[in-house]
């Protein structure tokens, strides 16, 4: 055994005994990084990663072409960089699966918070609920760049009666970072809400999400 493979079974070892908490940011990726790179050093790649991205989020969130700039980032690596946020969001939304109640606005929150993990575009969600605000689809209907997603409220209609929904909610994300609705959404929000009365369809909340908080229209009585 090198002394990297001593080390690399000292890293492993530590994890498994006393978890990530302990690891400083570097040694985290160092660590990670071992499943990509077999044989050379990751310490100064995971140092080189940091100086240049600034934090992990930095780094897990970086384009597939910048990452590949730092010396010692392969192909190999980038797909694994690029697996942890995606598998991370995959596994948050498998705690929330479909035929779940959400009948409060905290419940709809949580349920759609993982939905726009690592999200760089405004995004918008329509959840088709039943009589008694079970889940019956929760479907990605719009995408735009930051600030750009198009609400078309013939598509949303028609989601919610081929589901045979009894109410919806809808949601969108903020880019900004700022969970605020704004004077667009107020306004696209009531037409929306007037287009689906119009088929007996109730909307029930615009959830408007911003990493990890969300403002509830209908809570801040716009609804």
Excluded: W
Aim: with cysteine.
């Amino acid at each position: 055994m090198n002394v990297h493979e001593g080390h690399r079974d000292r890293m492993k070892n530590r994890f498994l005994e006393q978890g990530l908490d302990v690891f400083e940011e570097h040694q985290a990726l160092e660590l990670l990084l071992f499943f990509s790179v077999p044989r050379k050093d990751t310490n100064p790649i995971a140092h080189a990663l940091l100086n240049h991205f600034g934090s992990l989020e930095a780094v897990f969130e970086a384009p597939a072409d910048e990452l590949s700039k730092i010396s010692g980032i392969g192909k190999g690596s980038i797909c694994l960089l690029k697996l942890i946020p995606a598998v991370s969001r995959r596994y948050m939304m498998d705690k929330n699966k479909f035929g779940q109640v959400l009948d409060t606005s905290s419940k709809a929150g949580a349920y759609l918070i993982p939905r726009f993990m690592y999200e760089r575009d405004e995004v918008v969600f329509v959840i088709c609920l039943d009589a008694k605000c079970k889940v019956l689809c929760c479907k990605e209907l719009f995408r735009g760049s930051n600030n750009s997603a198009e609400i078309s409220i013939r598509k949303i209609v028609e989601l919610a009666l081929s589901k045979n929904a009894s109410s919806i909610i809808l949601s969108h994300n903020h880019t900004s970072g700022i969970a605020l609705p704004s004077i667009e959404d107020e306004m696209s929000t009531k037409r929306v809400k007037a287009a689906l009365e119009t088929v007996g369809v109730a909307l029930n909340d615009h959830i408007i999400v911003a990493g990890d908080d969300f403002v509830s229209m209908a809570d801040s009585g716009i609804i």
